[in-house]
């Protein structure tokens, strides 16, 4: 994994603006903290920061080859693993090429070499990357299927800045950060927020599964795989066996490294199935015991408050599934106030509003994990294929005809003040939001009732909250030069059970229904049977405190630049009231956006205009 920029300029001789192209790297350093490179010819600069996983002495980039007859260069700059590598290596080697490096790196490459963009939707695994063809002049820039791996860009008059991090291209004084009114309803709820989308004016993310090539007649987009339905023609105990066979392998394709590797273990069923994958193939390949950790807070056993999202702490089952599976395990016990303090560096990771304690607790856990190790497995996206949320399973809030995942939580943007309400029409923009996104659902011919519903429920789920979650997962682990892989978010898997009835998903009567039966050997029955339960949230009444006389404060300072452009009344009567949501745990959490929003514009002397 590592951190990628680079600056496109068909009006100017990039040479001459090294030291623009060094700062745009230097933004990128907690990505990649192992070795950097930088390659500058004529209009274009390549940065590269890496984080050596694989091949760790082979593998620096910027990678170039020369080819034809004028030997003009190819060069890539990538993040991201492709696990497929060792396939594509020896198809490329039975083709011709020959290879300088074990690297997955060089694969990429000379698979461009070998099959141009067509080599893209060859590639399996979480990637994004910036290929500089200079015999066509051209840049392309490449995202992985699920937009594991981020990328941005801007486009300029005379080509595109880009980065792994709104950071890189912030770093060139030729892109003047803007927000625009416009972008507060995804300021206030990211998941909100459509494909490609970001609140910067001007600065866009690669679309997930999407290519964008820059040349001199301009700049287009395309997408190289979509989600696609199908029958199912499997019976019950072949959709099983085929669940199984698919995760097992692609577990036992990403815990290939050159480093150590860790699995994150919270006790749930996601997590738990992924750890027993990954330490059964330790064990029968002599790899010794597998590392696992989980993450709480001090005092949690006399804080902790029961929600429909989180039902339960998950330090016993984490210590039940560890000691079931033999891991070496740890529990990183973070204190409130240590928790409180990383706000400045979940905020510089993201360069957008975070998600308070979420994202605090999740960079301090990747903190204390990357004293011992440089990968983790982690389980997102199980609940988004196999249907964990309790939002699926409720009829009320399934048939409605808004994002499901919303439930009755209260909008922030509701809250804004009464003119800027008038102008960007909340409800309106929400459903025209979800409208979107729904005419994306691909279809099934013949399909109805609850299975072609909860097709468009889960396809929902794919584009909003775990959006968040992936986006979350990668800026808070690479902050500190972590790789965290998503087993779940293997496309094969996805494309397996995109197409599996829901009737089939549920079949058992509960969430998650196939899973559960996947790997029913491997877990006790108190691990199988678990409810669904979210990522740890903090509950202190010190810190609830805090955030709630913190919004309400914000109302009256005169130099707040989000206090103008909220109704006073309506914060306060949520500020002031006591609410738990489906998937909020307190009125604390529901609000504490708009103090990350505040805080954020703050600290990057932004305005909304």
Not at 122 to 150: H, I, N, T
Not at 165 to 189: M, Q, R, T, Y
Not at 428 to 449: M, S, W
Not at 560 to 584: F, I, K, N, Q, Y
């Amino acid at each position: 994994m590592c951190g990628i920029a680079g600056w496109l300029d068909f009006s100017r001789d990039l040479a001459r603006e090294r030291p623009v192209l060094d700062a745009m790297s230097e933004t990128m350093r907690d990505r990649g903290p192992d070795d950097d490179g930088t390659w500058v010819q004529g209009h274009v600069g390549l940065c590269h920061r890496r984080l050596a996983v694989i091949d760790l002495d082979g593998g620096r980039q910027p990678m170039v080859a020369h080819v034809g007859p004028r030997q003009q260069p190819v060069v890539l700059i990538y993040t991201g693993e492709v696990y497929n590598y060792r396939d594509l290596r020896a198809e490329l080697v039975a083709r011709g090429h020959r290879f300088r490096t074990r690297s997955d790196t060089e694969v990429v490459l000379r698979a461009y070499l070998e099959w141009g963009a067509d080599s893209v939707p060859r590639l399996r695994g979480m990637f994004a990357f910036a290929l500089w063809d200079s015999s066509r002049e051209e840049l392309l820039l490449v995202r992985d299927r699920l937009g594991v791996k981020p990328l941005y860009y801007a486009p300029r008059p005379s080509g595109v800045l880009f980065a792994s991090e709104p950071k890189g291209i912030l770093a060139n004084p030729g892109f003047a950060p803007e927000v625009d009114e416009s972008a507060l309803p995804i300021l206030l709820d990211g998941r909100w927020a459509l494909p490609g989308e970001t609140p910067f004016r001007g600065m866009h993310l690669v679309k997930p599964g999407h290519v964008l090539r820059v040349g001199r007649s301009g700049t287009t987009e395309w997408p190289y795989w979509r989600l696609t339905s199908g029958e199912h023609s499997d019976d019950l105990p072949t959709t099983v066996d085929t669940v199984r066979a698919i995760l097992t392998e692609v577990v036992q394709q990403q815990l290939g490294a050159d480093v150590p590797v860790a699995t994150l273990l919270s006790g749930g069923l996601d997590s738990s199935a992924i750890t027993a994958l990954a330490a059964g193939h330790l064990r029968h390949t002599g790899g010794g015991p597998l590392t696992t950790y989980a993450v709480g807070f001090k005092g949690e056993d006399q804080d902790f408050r029961p929600t429909a999202l989180r039902p339960e702490r998950d330090a016993p089952y984490a210590a039940l599934a560890a000691g079931h599976l033999g891991t070496r395990h740890t529990d990183v016990e973070l204190d409130p106030v240590d928790v409180l303090a990383a706000r400045p560096a979940a905020l510089r990771a993201r360069d957008l509003p975070s998600y308070g304690h979420f994202d605090t607790s999740m960079y301090l856990l990747f903190k204390a994990m990357r004293q011992r190790v440089t990968v983790g497995l982690s389980g997102e996206a199980a609940d988004e294929l196999f249907g964990g949320y309790p939002w699926f399973h409720d009829p009320d809030v399934v048939w409605r005809d808004r994002f499901p995942w919303l439930g009755d939580a209260p909008r922030l943007a509701d809250c804004l003040a009464p003119d800027v309400r008038a102008r960007l029409r909340p409800a309106d923009n929400e459903h025209d939001r979800y409208r979107t996104i729904r005419a994306q659902v691909p279809r099934l011919d013949g399909e109805t009732g609850i299975d072609a519903r909860m097709r468009e429920v889960l396809f929902f789920s794919l584009h909003g909250p775990l959006t968040a979650l992936l986006d979350r997962k990668d800026r808070m682990s690479m902050a500190v030069g972590m790789e965290v892989r998503v087993p779940f978010c293997d496309h094969e898997l996805l494309e397996y059970v995109w197409n599996i009835p829901w009737t089939m998903k549920t079949v058992d009567g509960r969430e998650k229904s196939l899973l559960r039966m996947a790997v029913a050997d491997l877990l006790p029955e108190s691990i199988l049977y678990r409810p669904k339960n979210a990522y740890p949230a903090l509950r202190a009444a010190d810190h609830d405190q805090q955030v709630c006389d913190g919004v309400l404060a914000l109302l009256d300072d005169p130099t707040s630049p989000l206090a103008p452009l909220l109704d006073a009344r309506r914060v306060r009567a949520l500020a002031e009231g006591e609410r738990a949501t489906m998937t909020h745990v307190n009125t604390a959490h529901l609000i504490q956006p708009l103090l990350e929003v505040d805080r954020w514009l703050r600290t990057y002397h932004l305005e909304v205009r």
